[in-house]
T-cell receptor
């Protein structure tokens, strides 16, 4: 079946511009995660949804970062007034979230590579 | 919250030899430890995971061992092949019983011909 997809795959933004990154999780997956991956580093947790509820946004670096998942499926990560330090790959992952077992496998999308000039 | 340390950061092994990557974690309540492989420019993909009710798990050339007392777990790749060249990340739950996971900084594995 279809995996996690993200769009756009690449985004170049001028400093100060707003950007919106989209994630389409695997159909039926309850949990959705956003990560930021800087060059040569591991993915860093940003925020987490269970269905439409944003249960944890402790990893968002500043109030310029905002995420939503209004219908419990597609999610959008928005970055306002982008800065050069926002340049990174933004990864989305989804998992089934079985009621019988926590910590189901997370399946990652291909990421959006954001470059802020 | 959890803290995950991974080493080495870079590892080169001759094709056919074994590679071992080690991770330590801080939260003794952690009970789920996945390993992800990320090839250049591609998405991280789960290659194996282990839960705290077992000490070892094997899948063909890949195995993971867990030592709960010492709070460390290791990835073992035997009979390495060129396609094993990638960055490998270990991870552990952010908090006890959490769906969120914290990643190590990664190990870049080079398989030498």
């Amino acid at each position: 079946g279809a995996g996690v997809s993200q769009s756009p795959r690449y985004k170049v933004a001028k400093r100060g511009q707003d950007v919106a990154l989209r994630c389409d999780p695997i159909s039926g997956h309850v949990s959705l995660f956003w990560y930021q991956q800087a060059l040569g580093q591991g993915p860093e947790f940003l925020t987490y949804f269970q269905n439409e509820a944003q249960l944890d946004k402790s990893g968002l670096p500043s109030d310029r970062f905002f995420a939503e998942r209004p219908e419990g499926s597609v999610s959008t990560l928005k970055i306002q007034r982008t800065q050069q330090e926002d340049s990174a790959v933004y990864l989305c992952a989804s998992s089934l979230a079985s009621p019988f077992q926590v910590q189901e496998t997370q399946y990652f999308g291909p990421g959006t590579r954001l470059l802020v000039l | 919250g959890e803290n995950v340390e991974q080493h080495p950061s870079t590892l080169s092994v001759q094709e056919g030899d074994s590679a071992v990557i080690k991770c330590t974690y801080s939260d003794s309540a952690s009970n789920y430890f996945p390993w992800y492989k990320q090839e250049l420019g591609k998405r991280p993909q789960l290659i194996i995971d282990i839960r705290s009710n077992v000490g070892e798990k094997k899948d063909q050339r890949i195995a993971v061992t867990l030592n709960k007392t010492a709070k460390h777990f290791s990835l073992h790749i035997t009979e390495t092949q060129p396609e094993d060249s990638a960055v490998y990340f270990c991870a552990a739950p952010k908090d006890e019983g959490d769906d969120k996971i914290i990643f190590g900084k990664g190990t870049r594995l080079h398989i030498l011909p």
